[in-house]
């Protein structure tokens, strides 16, 4: 019998085989931990549950991260699951710094490891194996202790932070038992403000983000192009907070944009080419019409009302 012939490696461009990654949505966490007097931490959607028996959990870490050495002799490490409210620390843990825990509030773990306050989840965990997975190393931890407190997580999804909201398509039936009660919860919900707007949310954006994904657009693509459109931009940290994506993920995506010839890099910051410009036209057109035909039912004092009571909601102290 003939030997098998090995089965040769396909190439793949990593910007596309990363975009087309980012459709499962993940959430986020920092992982930290201490060896000595070395502290880290890194932002990372790796994280996954390997075994409830033992309780196993992994995460991988790029090979050319400056914070592995001290993961690799640090004895545990904890999976922070960062809470929807937590976009600054997910930026914060996702670029280098010379003291990424400068400001933030932390209490000790076992083994040394740093729990991040107001996580929705966390997990301590005992280092119990690094395993190597191509240009990443895979840390595998046996957890020892957790805290859960329920609160709603932070997402990612197509290179844009996201938040969790039931699906509409999958709401609990109701018994018929309940009655009266039932009822009587439907009607407080139709008049409560923050169950109308996510609702709302939602409505628009299951109308919407198929148009828009046709257009062959991420929604974090779109908003880079959009932003972009105003003028050039120099400042990263800045374009990142416009754009709510993490910075590393701008990077990512200002490159695949680069590769596309929609953006360039001049002295005066990254710009769109004369392509982009035309883009962001038709995105423009895709939103406009959207909004069109959404609002096509109220006249125009509503829609303004609308707004001005939006604008409002958005600038009140929390």
Known sequence: MDAP??????????????????????????????????RVGVTANSFTSVSLDPPLILWSIDKRSASFPVFRRATHFAINVLAMDQIELSNRFARPSEDRYAGVAWHPGQGGCI??????????????????????????????????RGTAPLLYHQGSYAMALPHPHRQPPQAASAGAAANDLQARLADHPYFLMTQ????????????????????????????????????????????????HQVEQTLDLLRSRDLVERTPDGETLTAAGATQVRGIWTTARSHEEKVFARFDRAQVETFKQVLRGIIAAPV
């Open 200 to 247: 709302a949310v939602r409505h628009y954006q299951e109308s919407y983000q198929p148009r828009q994904i046709e257009t062959g657009w991420r929604p974090g693509e779109a908003r880079l192009l959009m932003i972009l459109n105003d003028g050039p931009a120099r400042d990263m940290a800045m374009l990142a907070r416009q754009a709510d994506m993490p910075q």
């Open 115 to 148: 729990l991040l306050d107001g996580a929705c989840a966390n997990f301590q965990c005992e280092k119990t194996q690094i395993i190597e997975g191509g240009d990443h190393w895979i840390l595998i931890g046996r957890v020892l202790a957790f805290e859960d």
């Open 5 to 38: 012939h090995p089965i040769e490696p396909t190439a793949f461009d990593p910007r596309i085989l990363r975009r087309a990654l980012s459709n499962f949505a993940t959430g986020v966490t920092v992982v930290t931990a201490c060896a000595g007097e070395d």
